[in-house]
């Protein structure tokens, strides 16, 4: 890569040069910004002075806004708008949402193998998950507060981390799942009791959308 990419000038007479990862840094904060994002999973690819945009989006007037913040963008003198509109994106996103809300795998205490009474389960979302052509997949491990910080975040890396191997073993494409991990921080339900604890010792499910796979086809903004 080289270290600049961008030129735009600025008041008529500054010309700002930036490294191509402060204009993705600047891209994905407005991005994030926006709450009518979430789940999307759009694609900047930096080419000289241009920002090429590739992914799904929900409607003409969400891929339009994307495009503008982007063209934006300190740095950034042409935009691409390779987005991709799916008239059943928000039906899609619903239906994916609601099945993964409901396939939370929980663990014993201080254990991070996957428990044999919730193979049948894990096994029925990787059926799902492997006819979603279109979605990365986010395996979130948790858990309780029984043990110190650093032990919780570690048994909850492990716990995503063994959830993520068992599902790429089944055949789904290990670049399509992203591991993450929490340790105690985001409890579902009171440490103040066993049954709280044993429902913040999981691994969740959620999604993101994948970028297009195909050539870009400069249809500029």
Known sequence: MHSVKGIKKLNNNLVVLLPEAEILRQIKQKISGRKDFKN??????????????????????????????????VGV??????????????????????????????????????????????????????????????????????????????????????IADYIISQNFPSDDIVVEYFGDSDPVASNDTKNGQAKNRRVEFGFKWREKNSEATNRNL
């Open 77 to 162: 003198r042409v935009v691409i708008n390779n987005l991709t509109v799916s008239e059943n994106f928000e039906n899609e996103a619903k239906r994916i949402k609601e099945f993964l809300s409901k396939q939370t795998i929980y663990f014993p205490i201080n254990r991070f193998t996957i428990p044999e009474n919730q193979i049948e389960k894990l096994n029925e979302m990787v059926d799902f998950i492997k006819k979603q052509d279109k979605i990365k997949l986010n395996v979130k491990g948790f858990s309780d507060i029984s043990s110190s910080f650093e032990y919780n975040l570690k048994i909850s890396r492990l716990r995503a981390q063994n």
């Open 40 to 73: 999307l999973d759009n694609k900047f690819i930096i080419e000289e002075d241009q920002v090429v945009i590739e992914g799904f989006v929900p409607d003409q007037k969400i891929k339009s806004e994307i495009g503008y913040l982007v063209s934006e963008t």
